[in-house]
């Protein structure tokens, strides 16, 4: 009961929270000016039952205090131009570099909003594209195999035999193999143990596409591991040839992501400059909201927020 009472105390006379200047627009957006620096990041986060909020912040500040430039509610870039215009003009140009995902939205905001600045798409949400699409080819398959395998059921059923399910070397069925596959997949081969080196051959012999997929992921990772941008484009544009000679539709999808953020995704060699301060206040204010333990007010939640990283 004291612990409630102290709560109760603290949001309504000790926080100044009944003052707050931005009480009555909190929802929708907050706005912190004085944050803004030369190089900052703009990111999603989930901040209450699933309700999207934009997070720009500056790269250019240490531990928490004066990250937050701005949180808006929702990702149209409607509302960012809308309220992030706001932020004075002077200090918007100033704006060297933006690092962002690949959502057209943002980008939309940031080329509206920062126009002298460098826009650089983040090379984990890049990377962890192709990943997905070497993991469909898996998936893709591991559905087969499990229609191919009730397809067999049911015909030694109909014909009052029992069935035998077919089993690799290593003792995975073919479904099994190819669910058991997945954390292999993301690993270089240097890093796989003594049994998932046995696995990875089994699941490259018994399905060569798999294979390709995964070679085509690796050579795409080796080209973020350049430091030069002429270099870097010539690498990729070399991808982009071998993906089209494939028949790997999602790749293809891939290649086509790259040619539309080109200049965005090349923007990373020039400081190879990533998301990842972005993605580091997200996980911290996904640790403050389970402290928590949820969000019940969600006005007072963003002046707790601002208050720790404003």
């Known amino acids: 009961m004291e612990v409630d009472t102290a709560r109760r105390h603290y949001k309504k006379k000790w926080s100044n929270y009944q003052e707050w200047e931005q009480k009555s ?5 907050l706005l912190f000016p004085e944050n803004m620096s030369r190089a900052i990041a703009i990111d999603e986060v989930s901040l209450t039952r699933g309700e999207l909020y934009t997070i720009v912040s500056s790269r250019n500040r240490s531990g928490r205090k004066g990250k937050l430039i701005a949180v808006v509610a929702g990702t149209k870039a409607e509302d960012l131009i ?5 932020l004075p003009k002077a200090h918007r140009d100033a704006v060297e570099e933006v690092t962002l995902d690949m959502s057209p939205s943002m980008r939309k905001a940031c ?16 990377v962890r594209l192709s990943g997905e699409a070497m993991q469909k080819a898996r998936i893709d398959q591991r559905w087969k195999e499990i229609d191919k395998e009730n397809k067999s059921i049911l015909r030694a059923r109909k014909a009052g035999k029992g069935y035998r399910v077919k089993t690799f070397s290593n003792g995975d069925t073919p479904k099994q193999l ?3 596959s997945r954390y292999i997949l993301y690993k270089l081969p240097h890093q796989w143990t003594q049994n998932q080196m046995v696995r990875a051959a089994t699941l490259f012999q018994a399905y060569p596409e798999i294979e390709k997929a ?9 080209i973020y591991e350049g430091t030069d941008r002429t270099g870097a484009g010539k690498e990729l544009m070399k991808w982009i040839h071998k993906v089209q000679e494939s028949s790997n539709e999602y790749f293809q999808t891939v290649a086509d992501s790259l040619i539309n953020h080109w200049d965005n995704i090349l923007n990373f060699f020039n400081n190879r400059s990533t998301n990842a301060h972005a993605e580091s206040l997200n996980a911290q204010i996904k640790l403050f909201r389970a402290n928590l333990r949820g969000v019940t007010d969600t006005k007072y939640f963003l002046f707790r927020l601002q208050k720790i990283f404003a």
């Open 178 to 180: 190819l669910a058991r």
């Open 111 to 126: 080329d509206s909003l920062f126009v002298y600045a460098k826009l650089v798409t983040d090379r984990f949400h890049v």
């Open 25 to 29: 627009h909190a929802e929708a957006y």
């Open 214 to 222: 995964y070679k085509l992921h690796l050579e795409f990772r080796t």
């Open 82 to 86: 809308t309220v992030l215009s706001t």
